[in-house]
Nanobody
């Protein structure tokens, strides 16, 4: 079974920064796609950023381009997401997810089979 654990959420003011971490583990773990999704209260879950095959390619949703950076962590099965210049509209529960899929499906936010419990990000004005 694959286990996904997120950390790094918190409360900041507008313009502040946070870095989210995600670590995946489990027997025969071989997922090549990891990413972050978020869900604000009363809103649908949306894809934020995805990374395929250890960083060979990445995707960012328009609202976070230029402010968020997804990267491979210290291990092959971990990812980081640095979030700069945070805005109140970034407030949400952030979920890390992983899957094994081809590049274009990963970057389209598809085929994520394993999910974490989420870490809360709150940005105040």
């Amino acid at each position: 079974k694959v286990r996904i654990v997120e950390s790094g959420g918190g409360s900041v003011q507008t313009g502040g920064s946070l870095t989210l971490s995600c670590a995946a583990s489990g027997d025969h773990y071989d997922n090549n796609c990891m990413g972050w999704f978020r869900q604000a209260p009363g809103e649908e879950r949306e894809g934020v950023a995805f990374i395929w095959d250890g960083g060979k390619s990445t995707y960012y949703a328009d609202p976070v381009k230029g402010r968020f950076t997804i990267s491979r962590g210290d291990t092959k099965t971990s990812v980081l997401m640095q979030m700069l210049n945070l805005r109140p509209e970034d407030t949400a529960m952030y979920y890390c997810a992983a899957g094994l899929t081809i590049e274009y499906l990963c970057l389209a936010g598809k085929d994520f089979d394993h999910w974490g419990q989420g870490t809360q990000v709150a940005v105040s004005s």
